[in-house]
């Protein structure tokens, strides 16, 4: 009766809270769907279960409250502050062709997502080989394949500039993820050809399995979804600039367009399958439910969703913080920094952090505000997402506006990092920091190539 109670009153305050940002936000952006009200219901709904009784987790202390609210606090002030920077719309007609660029229609998009498939499939084979070579034999990769990933995951945290090496499979994985944005905007502006572009987000799932690592499928699913709704958000919201008479128009395209998200959706399901598989790869089947009253694949998940949670209210309450002082949060350049000999190797923290015992268990992610506070102590908790505030709002407005490749690619990447804010911080990688240099690269080429077209259709 008191978890029913306490449930009822969680989801009214829960459905109060997001009415209010959503209207707040919605004067921010001009859409309901943005960067604001994504992370308020990621945030409301992870602390809104946290705090039912269901006796899983310790409590949130006065500590873990503080850090979220000062979190929460800063990243709304940084979407705020782009609010109330003035951006004009450009006057446009009813046609995909002129709500996006025209060089997104040109045959070398189809051509580079041929290149993309083909370096997710060179990334699949070298990731194949170099699981076999740590295993010894196919036999022990399938029999006693949670030794085999320790084994790969033990590797050296500081980047080996062999070619074959480390660098090679980054450039591979980096054009694939260039490749899972660009074909989610072909998907949407063509409105048709589906398979080239399924194929590469297919080929996601594959990766993950070889790697035993859930976040290769988790983080492209999302990227591909969270692009392709960019580009309808961006869509809607730019015929609701035009002529009511062009906008009977566009329904029917959208229309069309509509049946390409039940496909995504399809897809994030066989994602959840996927997910199941991995579980079973890492021996999760063999274990014990953590909770008992759950069957095991709800319980993982409750874990998986609100573990980070727990860790940064014990993080907060107890740790005597010895700050890092951003090699945590700036990570891929400080292992650069590091690699050209200018700072010592010893600064850098393991990548899978100290453990801290939770009520549940061990748990070594603290969301994104457990990263920032062990670097920076509580300064970093206060300053740190009104940055990513800023940023993505800034790069989720100019989307709309101006909705090119590189804006595009670039709030969908932000957006990405956002909706895994409540887990960890997804920027320790070098792949979110390079990534959108190579978009920019990309739309640059694009351009070039239709200004050499347009010049040849003049002469």
């Known amino acids: ?29 001009g859409v309901s769907l943005n960067p604001l009200s994504i992370f308020t219901f990621i945030w409301l709904f992870i602390v809104g279960i946290y705090i039912l009784p269901l006796n899983i987790f310790y409590p949130l202390t006065g500590y873990g409250l503080t850090a979220i609210g000062l979190g929460y606090l800063s990243f709304f002030g940084g979407c705020l502050q782009v609010g109330l920077l003035k951006t004009k719309v450009t006057k446009s007609s009813g046609s995909t062709d002129y709500l996006f660029p025209q060089y997104m229609n040109e045959p070398i998009l189809r051509k580079f997502l041929y290149f993309a498939l083909l370096c997710r499939i060179g990334q699949i084979v070298i990731s194949l080989n170099t699981m076999l070579k740590i295993a010894g034999s196919f036999s022990v990769l399938i029999n006693n394949s949670t030794y085999v990933r ?20 980054v450039l591979l994985n980096l054009v694939a993820g260039v490749g899972i944005i660009v074909a989610a905007i072909y ?11 399924i194929m590469l987000l297919l080929s996601s799932p594959l990766l993950s399995l070889i790697l ?9 699913g999302l990227l591909f979804f969270w692009t392709f709704v960019i580009c309808f958000v961006a869509y809607k919201y730019k015929i609701s600039k035009v002529k009511e008479s062009i906008k ?28 199941n598989l991995i579980a079973l790869q890492r021996g999760y089947s063999e274990q014990e439910s953590p909770i008992p009253m759950l069957p095991k694949t709800v319980a993982q998940a409750i874990i998986y969703g609100l573990g980070p949670l727990e860790g940064l209210n014990v993080l907060v309450s107890n740790y005597e913080n010895e700050m890092s002082h951003g090699a945590r949060t700036f990570r891929p350049l400080v292992k650069w920094l590091i690699s050209f000999n200018i700072l010592d190797a010893s600064i850098l923290p393991p990548f899978f952090d100290s453990m801290i015992q939770g009520k549940i268990g061990s748990i070594n992610v603290y969301t994104w505000l457990g990263m920032f506070y062990k670097d920076f102590g509580y300064a970093g908790i206060i300053i740190l997402p009104y940055f990513m505030g800023l940023f993505s709002s800034f790069a989720f407005k100019k989307a709309l506006f101006k909705p090119t490749i590189f804006w595009i690619g670039s709030a969908a990447l932000l957006g990405t990092i956002i909706l895994f804010s409540f887990y960890n911080w997804l920027a320790q990688e070098t792949y979110y920091l390079i990534l959108p240099f190579i978009l920019l690269l990309l739309e640059i080429f694009l351009m070039q190539i239709m200004k050499g077209s347009k010049s040849k259709s003049l002469k």
Do not use: E, H, W
């Open 248 to 275: 009977l128009n566009i329904n029917i395209n959208v229309t069309k367009r509509k049946s390409i998200f039940k496909l995504i959706l399809g897809l994030l399901i066989l994602l959840v399958l996927l997910l």
């Open 212 to 220: 035993m690592s859930k976040q290769a499928a988790i983080i492209d």
């Open 150 to 169: 320790n084994i790969y995951l033990s590797r050296s945290d500081i980047p080996d500039f062999s070619l074959i090496g480390r660098v090679f499979p």
């Open 187 to 197: 998907l949407f502006v063509k409105g048709r050809k589906i398979l080239l572009p």
């Open 1 to 29: 009766m008191i978890l029913l109670i306490t449930l009822c009153v969680v989801i009214i305050l829960f459905v109060i809270f997001l009415k209010i940002t959503i209207s707040i936000s919605k004067k921010i952006y």
